[in-house]
């Protein structure tokens, strides 16, 4: 089992910045990558960015350069740092955790990241 807790979501105005954080508890050992999607009211989820434990990072196309993903694993815990933030970037953001087992994966409980225009 993996708990996950995100922090660091709240409302920051047009061209902000906020960074999320996701600290990992419980056989963390087992996480083969850790990641981010966020759903607008509305929308599906969509996968943000995703970082495995080798270090290699993907972002979805809308986010490149401004969003960046890392992680500190002497904390297990994986930030996500968001600059230059648009009104269509709010959303409920998740950390996601998947495991090295295929179809085991964990979720946080979300945090809500408001830009206003």
């Known amino acids: 089992q993996v708990q996950l807790v995100e922090s660091g979501g709240g409302l920051v105005q047009a061209g902000g910045s906020l960074r999320l954080s996701c600290a990992a508890s419980g056989s963390t050992g087992s996480i083969a990558f850790m990641g981010w999607s966020r759903q607008a009211p509305g929308k599906e989820r969509e996968l943000v960015a995703r970082?495995?434990?080798?270090?290699?990072?993907v972002y979805e196309d809308s986010v490149k350069g401004r969003f960046t993903i890392s992680r500190d694993s002497a904390k297990n815990t994986v930030y996500l740092q968001m600059n230059n933030l648009k009104p269509e970037d709010t959303a409920v953001y998740y950390c996601?955790?998947?495991?090295?087992?295929w179809g085991q994966g964990y979720w946080g409980q979300g945090t809500q990241v408001t830009v206003s225009s």
């Open positions: 996601n955790a998947d495991t090295y087992k």
């Open positions: 970082i495995w434990r080798a270090g290699m990072t």
